[in-house]
């Protein structure tokens, strides 16, 4: 079982940046396709942000945030991460990270397995 625990999250004003960190520990994450969701107080479901297979040589990307975020991973560190550039307000929420073993990029929370308990990201002014 691995454990996963975000870091980075806080207030930023609009226009500003994020790095969000998923770091892994119990097993390494080199083998896993690694996601980012956000849930929004208003919404009941976590939304799909981001995927990165195992590589890192795929990416995906929900539409509202491309050009913005972007998703990488460090397996020396074993540990994904979330650049946030230009946020805006509508991207406040809790940002959860999840992993699952394969290499096919995933992008419905229920493929995924591993689930940290997430960070907060607040933008506004």
């Known amino acids: 079982q691995v454990l996963l625990v975000e870091s980075g999250g806080g207030l930023v004003q609009p226009g500003g940046s994020l790095k969000l960190a998923c770091a892994a520990s119990?097993?390494?994450?080199?083998?896993?396709?690694m996601g980012w969701f956000r849930q929004a107080p208003c919404e009941h479901r976590r939304q799909f942000v981001a995927?990165?297979?195992?590589?890192?040589?795929?990416?995906h990307y929900t539409d509202s945030v491309k050009g913005r975020f972007t998703i990488s991973i460090d397996n020396a560190k074993n540990t994904a991460y979330l650049q946030m550039n230009d946020l805006i307000p509508e991207d406040t929420a809790v940002y959860y990270c999840?992993?699952?073993?394969?290499?096919?990029?995933?992008?419905?929370?229920?493929?995924?397995?591993?689930w940290g308990l997430g960070t907060q990201v607040t933008v506004s002014s």
């Open positions: 119990g097993r390494t994450i080199s083998g896993d396709v």
């Open positions: 995927s990165i297979s195992p590589s890192g040589g795929n990416t």
């Open positions: 999840a992993g699952h073993r394969g290499l096919s990029l995933l992008l419905h929370a229920d493929e995924y397995n591993n």
